[in-house]
């Protein structure tokens, strides 16, 4: 299923348009194409976690897309994978290094799933499928696009378990914003009792099967 | 021989491209070490304070740091504990304890025993608890934490330092009781080290 897609993405027209639209709608790595399914159902708890591994994904896609249409005149194909997954282990790395720098409490609860960020299918298959092929700019373009695409459906999944589970919106955004974010707590529905099923992994394969339910129904009605 | 020639060139580019990017992660965790020790020593200090209701240095004195080899604690390799002072006084001995059985794996909390055997305070600091059910062990969600305070091996005794489900003295909480038993039991059992061997690392402290 992925691999279709993969080649799909390899397609020779690449305006910028083309390359935003595959990213965000139809060829969503999260939605259509399901890679990275592992943090992204395990880390969307709560926005402020989401937004988290968004970002992190987002830094490495672009970073990685971008060294390896760099690099893609000079690596043999024997030696293409293991720079590839190379570079994808060094940015992974260094945003990991970065997060605890800067974002310490919010790489105490997300750490485990930063550093799988390496295995994320959808980052190895865009520099294959397109960075390998492309020149700079549309690669880094794509890599961006990707990263937002997989980042929106990942702040949806949190949103949307953290209120359904607590009854409140965008708790402890202070974690990843500073101090300045700690009044951003919505609270929608107080005196909430929770619901235990949304924050569980039931939780997540619902939610992600409701929002790809979704993308099908607007797909469609098209 | 060309197949040779071939795989050493690859394997020499493969070489030269992994020095690259370990230089670059050399690079980077030399321009944030600093920082993340920084951040590290931040989060310990402030849940130290927090456990001593203390707010200032000149209050209480954390300096000195005796080592700690305590398998009852969940310890598998040496920690440190830090005994607390006020005017020169050890008021505290603080304890790394780790418990293994929290709903999502180990909790990692510090907890500070009093030299009469009692519970100055205790603050989680790493856990992986469902959110929003298990983590009001976090002090900055709810004051749950707070009702070890002041506890101690005779109020109450052994068998109930666990949550009400289980016959015991401490609340859990609504539709999350491993995560309450977890803690309350494991500071019943870091009390009872304390009194088997943790006292004595105070009284030599003194």
Redesign the interface.
């Known amino acids: 299923m992925s691999e279709a897609h993969a080649e799909h993405g390899a397609h020779p027209e690449t305006s910028g348009a083309t390359i935003a639209r595959e990213g965000l709608w139809t060829n969503n790595p999260a939605l259509v194409q399901m890679l990275g399914l592992c943090p992204l159902l395990a880390v969307t ?2 926005v402020v ?1 989401a937004l988290g591994l968004a970002l992190a994904t987002l830094i490495v896609l672009v970073g990685s897309n971008t060294s390896v249409s760099l690099i893609r005149g000079y ?2 194909p ?2 293409r994978l ?2 590839f997954v ?2 994808i ?2 940015y992974t ?2 945003v990991s ?2 997060m ?3 974002a ?2 919010l790489y ?2 997300v750490a485990l799933f930063v550093q799988i960020i390496v295995t994320n299918c959808t980052i190895l298959g865009r520099a294959e499928a397109f960075a390998s092929r492309q020149p700079l700019l549309p690669s880094a373009y794509d890599g961006l696009m990707m990263g937002l695409g997989f980042g929106a459906v990942l702040v949806l999944l949190g949103g949307f378990r ?1 209120l359904l ?2 009854g409140v919106l965008f708790a402890d955004m202070a974690q990843l914003f500073g101090p300045s974010a700690a009044t951003w707590e919505i609270t929608v529905v107080p005196a909430y ?2 619901f ?1 099923l949304a ?2 992994p039931p939780g997540a394969f619902i939610g992600m099967g409701l929002l790809i339910a979704a993308k099908q129904y607007l797909d469609q009605r098209q | 021989m060309s197949t040779f020639r071939t795989v050493m060139h690859n394997a020499m580019g493969l070489a030269l491209f992994a020095a690259v990017t370990v230089g670059v992660i050399a690079l980077t965790a030399t321009f944030t070490g600093e920082r993340i020790a920084a951040q590290e020593e931040r989060v310990r200090q402030a849940a130290l304070y927090e456990i001593l209701e203390a707010t200032t240095d000149a209050d209480i004195d954390l300096e000195q740091r005796v080592s700690l080899n305590a398998a009852a604690l969940g310890h598998r390799e040496p920690r440190e504990a830090v005994i607390a002072r006020r005017n020169d006084r050890a008021v505290a001995l603080i304890v790394p304890v780790r418990i293994p059985d929290g709903y999502g794996g180990p909790i990692e909390v510090l907890l500070g025993i009093e030299p009469d055997g009692r519970v100055a305070g205790v603050r989680v600091v790493a856990h992986r608890e469902t959110p929003g059910l298990g983590n009001d062990i976090e002090r900055r969600r709810s004051d749950w934490i707070d009702a070890f305070r002041g506890r101690g091996l005779d109020d109450p005794p052994l068998p109930q330092w666990t949550v009400r489900a289980d016959g015991g003295e401490f609340d859990g909480f609504t539709g999350a009781t491993i995560t309450p038993r977890a803690i309350a039991r494991g500071i019943g059992r870091a009390l009872v080290w304390f009194e088997d061997d943790g006292r004595a690392l105070l009284e030599e402290a003194r």
Do not use: M, W
């Open positions: 708890t709560s976690n690596v043999p024997a030696a293991p720079a190379l570079i282990a060094s790395t260094c290094l970065l605890q720098a800067f310490y409490e105490l609860t953290e589970g607590t009792r929770g235990l924050v569980l």
